[in-house]
T-cell receptor
Framework: EPEVTQTPSHQVTQMGQEVILRCVPI?????FYWYRQILGQKVEFLVS????????KSEIFDDQFSVERPDGSNFTLKIRSTKLEDSAMYFC?????????FGQGTRLTVV | AQRVTQPEKLLSVFKGAPVELKCNYS??????LFWYVQYSRQRLQLLLR??SRESIKGFTADLNKGETSFHLKKPFAQEEDSAMYYC???????????FGPGTRLSVLP
């Protein structure tokens, strides 16, 4: 069964460093998303991506964040200068319409 | 504003007992409502969506537009139902989900 895969499963980075979180969505899906979940809190929408551009983004998704689909298969989330409060579980998801399929998540720890 | 509330952070029931996980939403239009489940150390996975009106793993959920609720029910809980349950709202065709805070269901033997 096809699934969304994310790498790495855990990333530790120093404050101020850039990180790139990678996702391989399901191959025939058209919509791509990033969500995050700070420990003990709810899952929060960051951004959606369709037709090679951002279709919607939340207030969390500020200038420090960017997304890219560099090669037609990967979907990346870049955080330019990480802050301690960026520590969270980051989930990638993809969909055609309706059900969104989630990856297993990348745990980002900023120290 | 779009919002999903789940009033119970933790719900504990005994095996075989009925279970109801509450979900209320606020949205000005006609959203799609979903229940996602996250078993221990696993990814979020879809359990139910209101438009399909299916029963999955014995769970059902009815959308009540008057009460803006989408409560999840199961008549006889099983231990393997223990997990985090998230109610989610999508304003458009399953995009841009707004998640509730989640309810941890613990089914005791």
């Amino acid at each position: 069964e096809p699934e969304v895969t994310q790498t790495p499963s855990h990333q530790v980075t120093q404050m101020g460093q850039e990180v790139i979180l990678r996702c391989v969505p399901i191959s025939n899906h058209l919509y791509f998303y990033w969500y995050r979940q700070i420990l003990g809190q709810k899952v929060e929408f960051l951004v959606s991506f369709y037709n090679n551009e951002i279709s919607e983004k939340s207030e969390i998704f500020d200038d420090q964040f960017s997304v890219e689909r560099p090669d037609g298969s990967n979907f990346t989330l870049k955080i330019r200068s990480t802050k301690l409060e960026d520590s969270a579980m980051y989930f990638c998801a993809s969909s055609v319409t309706g059900e969104a399929f989630f990856g297993q998540g990348t745990r980002l720890t900023v120290v | 504003a779009q919002r999903v509330t789940q009033p119970e952070k933790l719900l504990s029931v005994f095996k075989g007992a009925p279970v109801e996980l509450k979900c209320n939403y606020s949205y000005s239009g006609s959203p799609e409502l979903f229940w996602y489940v996250q078993y221990s150390r696993q990814r979020l996975q879809l359990l139910l969506r209101h438009i399909s009106r299916e029963s999955i793993k014995g769970f059902t959920a009815d959308l009540n537009k008057g009460e803006t609720s989408f409560h999840l029910k199961k008549p006889f809980a099983q231990e393997e139902d223990s997990a985090m349950y998230y109610c989610a709202l999508s304003p458009l065709y399953g995009q841009n989900f707004v998640f509730g805070p989640g309810t941890r269901l613990s089914v005791l033997p």
